[in-house]
Nanobody, 123 residues
Framework: QVQLVESGGGLVQAGGSLRLSCAAS????????MGWFRQAPGKEREFVAD????????YYADSVKGRFTISRDNAKNMVYLEMNSLKPEDTAVYYC????????????????WGQGTQVTVSS
């Protein structure tokens, strides 16, 4: 059974930092692209970042570019999202996703999803 479990969310003041982690189990994702999405109350789930299987190629939403960094450790079957200079508009539930369909960067075309972790940024 494949599972993605996010951790590291919490409450932080504007300008602060958080590091989200996603632990994958049930199969290895070392040959799959992985990503992070977020969903704020009353809004649709939106793309945040994506990383290729090798970690050499990354993609970011314009709203987080320069502030967030996605990385992965294939030996540990983990993916991370380092979030700096957080803003109140970053408040959302953050979801880890794995095994993206080729070419579908920025869409929700991932086979596996985690349950999410809450990130709240206070002003």
């Amino acid at each position: 059974q494949v599972q993605l479990v996010e951790s590291g969310g919490g409450l932080v003041q504007a300008g602060g930092s958080l590091r989200l982690s996603c632990a994958a189990s049930g199969r290895t994702f070392s040959s799959s692209a992985m990503g992070w999405f977020r969903q704020a109350p009353g809004k649709e789930r939106e793309f945040v970042a994506d990383i290729s299987w090798s970690g050499k190629t990354t993609y970011y939403a314009d709203s987080v570019k320069g502030r967030f960094t996605i990385s992965r450790d294939n030996a540990k079957n983990m993916v991370y999202l380092e979030m700096n200079s957080l803003k109140p508009e970053d408040t959302a539930v953050y979801y880890c996703a794995a095994d993206r369909l080729p070419g579908d960067v920025g869409t929700t075309s991932y086979k596996y999803w985690g349950q999410g972790t809450q990130v709240t940024v206070s002003s």
